[in-house]
């Protein structure tokens, strides 16, 4: 997939680091925690918390360099639920689409596999995320999991 000069796709092995940079950056930009033992640890076992249990992890390339992170996986919550996950964007690329792009995907990837809805949770701080989540059709919901999240949405699609 390719949105303006970015290229986004699947996870690779060798994205661990730069992945994890990525969102510990984009945390600490906002005054969040990197919780790499914790909320955060997926990230760094990708092929356990995505890929064994049917899920996808994305980066966004632009010129060859890791932007962004997108992932999504089953939940249990729900009827034929996923989560999406570890959205963030380098502060560099934000102001451009992207994230609606990202997004929109996403939720396309996720509607092609059979999926019913879409779980997000975040944190208020993270306020350009809060409005495109509810610009795009997010419901507030209740039964907030992460620590360090206030805000639960769901999406019927």
């Known amino acids: 997939m390719s949105y303006k000069n970015f290229v986004i796709r699947a996870w690779e092995p060798r994205d661990r680091e730069k992945a994890a940079a990525i969102i510990r950056d984009a945390l600490t930009e906002y005054g969040l925690p990197w919780e790499p033992t914790g ?15 049917g899920g996808e992890f994305w980066v966004v390339e632009q010129q060859g360099q890791l932007v962004g992170t997108g992932a999504y996986y089953p939940i249990q919550r729900g009827n034929q639920a996923v989560e999406i996950r570890k959205m963030y964007l380098s502060a560099s690329v934000r102001g451009q689409g992207l994230g609606k792009y990202l997004l929109q995907q996403l939720e396309k990837a996720i509607a092609d596999r059979g999926f019913q809805e879409i779980w997000i949770e975040t944190a208020s701080v993270l306020k350009e995320g809060v409005k495109l989540y509810e610009t795009s059709g997010y ?17 019927l699609i």
């Open 139 to 155: 419901q507030p919901a209740t039964g907030v999991e992460t620590k360090r999240c206030d805000r639960v949405y769901v999406k």
């Open 39 to 53: 909320a955060d640890r997926d990230v760094l076992d990708v092929e356990a918390f995505y890929t064994a249990v």
